[in-house]
């Protein structure tokens, strides 16, 4: 068993939502992360030249939303441990992979305010969003981009408050997210490290659940646990973990228990 396997396994057992490391499923499977390259938008978003990539990413897509038989979340938020774990190019990922595979609209939302990089990935120049939507009146979706393909949009951080220790009004920010619901079929929403910030939890506590974002071999059990128990201690579905250079979808045995 690897270290990053038995990082995820026993990280679920002492937060209590597995019953041990024996009873639970084997991995799905295994894939090195794809690359950042300089080639168009789409190619950094996601490289269709990595079929592994690819492949586990379905897997997620399709745990966390195209389930049949069971409630499906709408709004997830992906947040990282640590900071620089990947966490936007695989909310990038996740979102590129559910437009494809539904006919309804998803919106990516760019939550990370401090460390911003969604503009970068998909080649094009950042501007105006949520964070100016916080502060000025006007439909949501006036601040949207619509970006390949036709059902994906992409909602940038934009200017968010002047005192950067606390950027978010909570209220403010919750109607804003119901509005995103009503305009949208799925959000995809990209956090800052739940290590660093409190933002995360906020994100958490207005979507439907949050997914994980662990380092290979550099996120530190103590962090992921830590982390784990303050999700669970907010009431926060934890709706599954993703190794950076390994997608790794919880065991059907976790989600049972959600």
Known sequence: MSRNFELLQRLQVEAGQLPSAETATPPVGTAPAAAVSDRTANDRVLDAAEPGMRGESMKLVQRLFLTPGKEVPKAVTFAAIDSHNGCTRICANMARIL?????????????????????????????????????????????????????????????????????????????????LRREFDYLVIDAPPLNAYADGMVWGQLSDGVVLILEANSTRREAALRVTESLRSTRITLLGAVLNKRTFPIPDVFYKRI
């Open 99 to 179: 437009a494809d595979s539904v006919p309804g609209t998803v919106c990516l939302v760019e939550a990370n305010f401090r460390t911003p990089s969604l503009a970068r990935m998909f080649g094009m120049e950042s501007g105006s969003g949520l964070g100016d939507a916080l502060r000025q009146e006007g439909p949501i979706k006036s601040w949207a981009k619509q970006v390949g393909p036709a059902n994906l949009w992409l909602i940038f951080g934009g200017k968010v408050s002047d005192d950067p220790s606390n950027p978010l009004d909570c209220d403010r920010l919750g109607q804003r997210i119901a509005e």
